[in-house]
């Protein structure tokens, strides 16, 4: 063998291994987390409490189901969880008033939300109100459409998220 091919198999077997040992040193050097894409956040702080949502005064029993159907989706997406049956110790309660007025031949949905913790102490009081569009019925519940619950379900969650992540839980926001 002559000192030109030996030099070049020694260049081909080396230089690989040095240049792995290199990004290798590259990637310990480095901070974050190096398999997800960086856009998934950390959320950090106390497990959320479990919500069960209590009396819901106003709202047609039918739509009430719905409406408590589509809350537990929605605060699910904020890694809240809304729960029914034999209540832990540690719960948090949501109670819901409903208002349903016509204003203009659209039907006007006003709420009121009451969290609460799980001595009863009222922690936070969330208003808020959707037009679920033009109607001619004389009840202003036919205009309101699972997609008019959804918001409300939406808002209420996302205000629930905001107001628990204040207190140091771990809520997406």
């Known amino acids: 063998m002559t000192p030109l091919a030996a030099i070049d ?38 497990t959320p409490p479990p919500i069960t949502v209590q009396a819901l005064t106003g709202i047609p029993p039918d739509q009430a189901k719905a409406l408590k159907e589509a809350l537990a989706l929605s605060a ?11 209540v832990p110790a ?4 949501l ?12 039907a006007q949905i006003a709420y009121t939300w009451e969290l609460r913790d799980d ?13 679920a569009g033009p109607t001619t ?8 459409t699972p997609a008019i619950l959804q918001q409300i379900a939406e808002a209420t969650a996302r205000s ?7 207190m140091g839980f771990a809520t997406r926001v």
């Open 76 to 86: 699910g997406q904020h890694d809240i969880g809304i729960i029914e049956g034999a």
């Open 9 to 46: 198999s020694w260049r081909r077997r080396i230089l690989p291994a040095v240049a792995m040992l290199f990004a290798l040193v590259l990637v310990a050097c480095s901070t974050g987390n190096q398999l997800g894409d960086g856009t998934t956040p950390v959320i950090k702080g106390k």
């Open 95 to 106: 109670s819901g008033k409903f208002r349903a007025d016509m204003q203009a031949g659209a």
């Open 119 to 131: 001595n009863g102490v009222l922690i936070d009081t969330i208003a808020g109100s959707e037009t």
């Open 137 to 144: 019925a004389k009840d202003a519940w036919a205009a309101v």
């Open 160 to 166: 629930v998220a905001a107001k628990l992540s204040q």
């Open 90 to 93: 540690g719960t948090y309660t």
